[in-house]
């Protein structure tokens, strides 16, 4: 027989009755307030078109490298997952078997976030009352199947059933924003908004980069091959994303933190030098340029800056070759914000109408560099425990090596960075009680007022985040 499955009131609370009783009552004041998910890469397709999601294998599995980056790591082939190659291979694509093959090899994601994520979504969303096992795979994959075709379980209706307030997409410079525009074409009172990600045009590092300049130059009328036109046309593309999209922030994927603040005519001789090829220092040089010419750009249009560097992309040559991007064997890598972020912030970091969020996958950083920049350059704001770390380990460790250098008020809240939708609300949940874990310690050892707990709760679960990214 399958095993139940339940979720316990107090999952993530201390263990010490005085403080769980503490966690437990500041849980409970923020557990239901609305969700704030500022960035995100979700597909605003699905609430364009509010279509029902297809099948549990292609929402749960094919999609979340978090789930099958595990299962590749035990031996078990990403086309047995469903998981398209490039070359258009051949790949499973019976969703049915893709769901037993994850059932027989679930247990791999014991004690992770992962597991945590699919566990709420399950019994929470779904209303799956029995863990998933090789003996219950077919039951549980047609109960999901069938919730799935109802009306209730559509995008929009979950969009509402979640309590969200504000969801933030992520799209490319040359996107044009078709599912945006048709969101609010359409009179649907969902908050769906875009976030500007320029990449794809300026990094020289970027598959087709170049072309895509080209491209940049064509939507906005702009002599791309110039530097003032290309600075002009970045800016025309920022003003049609806040337009069309709703959009409030930037986001910047860079391999470092890397800035450089170069005079016109040395900035317009590096231009001219990478669209025609780079070395590795020139690319490296000229995406610090465009986080400082984006910086200048944010103190026009208002526009928040995110900048999530130290992410090793590609790391596995046989998987970028085969899947491509995105598919699991991107890894953490050391990073240096205090020297790599000093020529902007000579420049802007004592501006107080810009606000930059520093991300880190390097956690060495966060009691070292980050949360003492944040805690004296009034630009600077400490992102949440990103990618590998929004975990309960995780998220504490975040709060115990920022907090006494950054303080609650340089952070920006929670955001969930996920591509899985089911999971935004779960994501959520645990950074809730982690965070209430937290300052119930701090309470319990008369650090921390239990009234202004309370309200530092709140402000992290919600307020923090409205405000920094200017919702």
Same mark, same amino acid.
Not at 295 to 322: C, E, F, W
Not at 352 to 377: C, K, N, S, V, W
Not at 426 to 450: F, G, I, N, P, Q
């Given at each position: 027989?399958?095993?139940?499955?339940?979720?316990?009131?107090?999952?993530?609370?201390?263990?010490?009755?005085?403080?769980?009783?503490?966690?437990?009552?500041?849980?409970?004041?923020?557990?239901?307030?609305?969700?704030?998910?500022?960035?995100?890469?979700?597909?605003?397709?699905?609430?364009?078109?509010?279509?029902?999601?297809?099948? +549990?294998?292609?929402?749960?599995?094919?999609?979340?490298?978090?789930?099958?980056?595990?299962?590749?790591?035990?031996?078990?082939?990403?086309?047995?997952?469903?998981?398209?190659?490039?070359?258009?291979?051949?790949?499973?694509?019976?969703?049915?078997?893709?769901?037993?093959?994850?059932?027989?090899?679930?247990?791999?994601?014991?004690?992770?976030?992962?597991?945590?994520?699919?566990?709420?979504?399950?019994?929470?969303?779904?209303?799956?009352?029995?863990?998933?096992?090789?003996?219950?795979?077919?039951?549980?994959?047609?109960?999901?199947?069938?919730?799935?075709?109802? +009306?209730?379980?559509?995008?929009?209706?979950?969009?509402?059933?979640?309590?969200?307030?504000?969801?933030?997409?992520?799209?490319?410079?040359?996107?044009?924003?078709?599912?945006?525009?048709?969101?609010?074409?359409?009179?649907?009172?969902?908050?769906?908004?875009?976030?500007?990600?320029?990449?794809?045009?300026?990094?020289?590092?970027?598959?087709?980069?170049?072309?895509?300049?080209?491209?940049?130059?064509?939507?906005?009328?702009?002599?791309?091959?110039?530097?003032?036109?290309?600075?002009?046309?970045?800016?025309?593309?920022?003003?049609?994303?806040?337009?069309?999209?709703?959009?409030?922030?930037?986001?910047?994927?860079?391999?470092?933190?890397?800035?450089?603040?170069?005079?016109?005519?040395?900035?317009?001789?590096?231009?001219?030098?990478?669209?025609?090829?780079?070395?590795?220092?020139?690319?490296?040089?000229?995406?610090?340029?465009?986080?400082?010419?984006?910086?200048?750009?944010?103190?026009?249009?208002?526009?928040?800056?995110?900048?999530?560097?130290?992410?090793?992309?590609?790391?596995?040559?046989?998987?970028?070759?085969?899947?491509?991007?995105?598919?699991?064997?991107?890894? +953490?890598?050391?990073?240096?914000?205090?020297?790599?972020?000093?020529?902007?912030?000579?420049?802007?970091?004592?501006?107080?109408?810009?606000?930059?969020?520093?991300?880190?996958?390097?956690?060495?950083?966060?009691?070292?560099?980050?949360?003492?920049?944040?805690?004296?350059?009034?630009?600077?704001?400490?992102?949440?425990?990103?990618?590998?770390?929004?975990?309960?380990?995780?998220?504490?460790?975040?709060?115990?090596?920022?907090?006494?250098?950054?303080?609650?008020?340089?952070?920006?809240?929670?955001?969930?960075?996920?591509?899985?939708?089911?999971?935004?609300?779960?994501?959520?949940?645990?950074?809730?009680?982690?965070?209430?874990?937290?300052?119930?310690?701090?309470?319990?050892?008369?650090?921390?007022?239990?009234?202004?707990?309370?309200?530092?709760?709140?402000?992290?679960?919600?307020?923090?985040?409205?405000?920094?990214?200017?919702?």
């Amino acid at each position: 027989m399958s095993a139940p499955l339940s979720l316990h009131k107090d999952r993530l609370l201390p263990a010490d009755p005085a403080t769980r009783h503490i966690a437990r009552d500041l849980y409970e004041s923020v557990r239901d307030l609305p969700i704030i998910s500022p960035h995100g890469h979700t597909d605003p397709s699905w609430f364009a078109d509010d279509t029902p999601f297809a099948d +549990p294998a292609a929402l749960f599995i094919i999609p979340d490298h978090y789930i099958f980056r595990m299962l590749y790591s035990q031996g078990v082939p990403l086309e047995d997952l469903g998981v398209p190659r490039i070359d258009g291979g051949p790949v499973e694509t019976d969703p049915r078997r893709i769901w037993h093959l994850f059932a027989q090899n679930q247990h791999l994601l014991r004690g992770t976030p992962s597991r945590m994520w699919l566990d709420h979504a399950f019994h929470e969303i779904l209303g799956v009352r029995e863990r998933l096992c090789a003996d219950n795979a077919d039951r549980i994959y047609d109960h999901i199947a069938e919730r799935l075709k109802s +009306p209730e379980y559509r995008p929009r209706a979950l969009y509402e059933r979640f309590n969200i307030e504000v969801l933030a997409t992520t799209e490319g410079a040359l996107d044009d924003l078709r599912h945006h525009r048709k969101i609010a074409a359409s009179g649907w009172e969902g908050r769906v908004i875009t976030a500007f990600r320029p990449d794809g045009v300026t990094d020289p590092d970027a598959p087709g980069f170049r072309d895509d300049i080209t491209e940049l130059g064509r939507l906005t009328g702009q002599d791309t091959t110039s530097w003032r036109g290309y600075l002009a046309a970045l800016a025309d593309r920022r003003r049609y994303f806040i337009e069309y999209g709703g959009c409030t922030s930037t986001d910047h994927g860079h391999p470092t933190a890397h800035t450089q603040d170069l005079s016109e005519t040395d900035a317009e001789a590096l231009f001219a030098r990478v669209l025609n090829g780079s070395t590795p220092q020139e690319a490296e040089c000229f995406r610090g340029q465009m986080l400082t010419e984006m910086a200048r750009m944010s103190l026009k249009d208002g526009l928040v800056m995110q900048i999530h560097p130290g992410a090793r992309r590609g790391q596995n040559p046989y998987i970028q070759r085969t899947f491509g991007e995105a598919k699991g064997d991107d890894f +953490p890598a050391p990073t240096d914000f205090v020297h790599d972020l000093k020529p902007l912030l000579n420049r802007f970091g004592n501006d107080r109408d810009l606000t930059i969020i520093l991300f880190t996958l390097d956690e060495t950083t966060y009691a070292r560099e980050i949360a003492p920049l944040a805690g004296h350059y009034p630009a600077l704001r400490i992102g949440p425990a990103w990618w590998f770390h929004d975990s309960p380990e995780g998220i504490m460790r975040f709060r115990e090596q920022t907090t006494e250098t950054g303080g609650f008020y340089n952070t920006v809240g929670f955001n969930d960075d996920t591509r899985a939708f089911f999971s935004v609300p779960a994501r959520h949940d645990l950074c809730r009680r982690v965070d209430s874990a937290y300052l119930a310690r701090l309470v319990a050892e008369h650090r921390l007022d239990l009234d202004e707990a309370f309200r530092v709760a709140a402000d992290l679960s919600y307020h923090l985040a409205k405000a920094a990214y200017r919702l």
